[in-house]
């Protein structure tokens, strides 16, 4: 089971990206005052029918060939629902699909939302094929980093280019 929310947010990012995705977007929205936290990852990738969404948060559903179960979604349903959260999984075949957990921001049993700068990082610099936006919001404070806009700017230079990934780490820190 994963430990932190980060890793599941890198796990249905990484499956966004198997299946077609060029554009993937993370929300996570800290609100104390709602004691609400809000994670969302969405995407342009092929989508699945409605039949497949509604099964793809049991552990027997995968579209994988390399194993027969698939625990991401599950154990993220699991997490949430124990913190009087809930999934919900939105996805339109040809359009992509929107995972959105939440969970009661002060439970006592919510799981630490990990290395998120180091989550988002790993992804940026290692799907260089791919463009991500990450947003977060902590209360009044928004953050957000669009790849698109710094590739721009960056023209050849690489994301994985030792003094970009300085830059980007500590932007998101």
Do not use: W
Not at 2 to 16: G, T, V
Not at 20 to 39: M, N, P
Not at 106 to 114: A, E, N, V, W, Y
Not at 132 to 144: A, Y
């Amino acid at each position: 089971m994963l430990r932190e929310l980060a890793l599941h947010i890198l796990d249905i990012a990484e499956n966004s990206l198997n299946a077609g995705a060029t554009l993937v977007t993370i929300e996570v929205i800290e609100d104390a005052r709602a004691d609400r936290l809000t994670l969302r990852v969405a995407d342009n990738g092929r989508g699945m029918d409605a039949e497949l969404a509604r099964r793809v948060a049991d552990p027997f559903t995968t579209t994988r060939t390399t194993r027969r179960v698939g625990l991401g979604l599950p154990f993220l349903k699991q997490a949430a629902e124990q913190c009087n959260g809930s999934l919900a999984i939105d996805s339109a075949q040809g359009v992509g699909t929107t995972i959105t957990a939440t969970f009661q921001y002060s439970h006592i049993d919510r799981m630490p939302l990990g290395d998120l700068s180091g989550t988002i990082l790993s992804l940026a610099v290692g799907y260089p094929q791919a463009d991500f936006v990450f947003r977060r919001e902590i209360g009044d404070k928004r953050l957000e980093i669009d790849t698109r806009p710094i590739k721009a700017e960056l023209g050849s230079v690489a994301l994985s280019e030792p003094s970009v990934i300085k830059f980007l780490k500590e932007m998101l820190e």
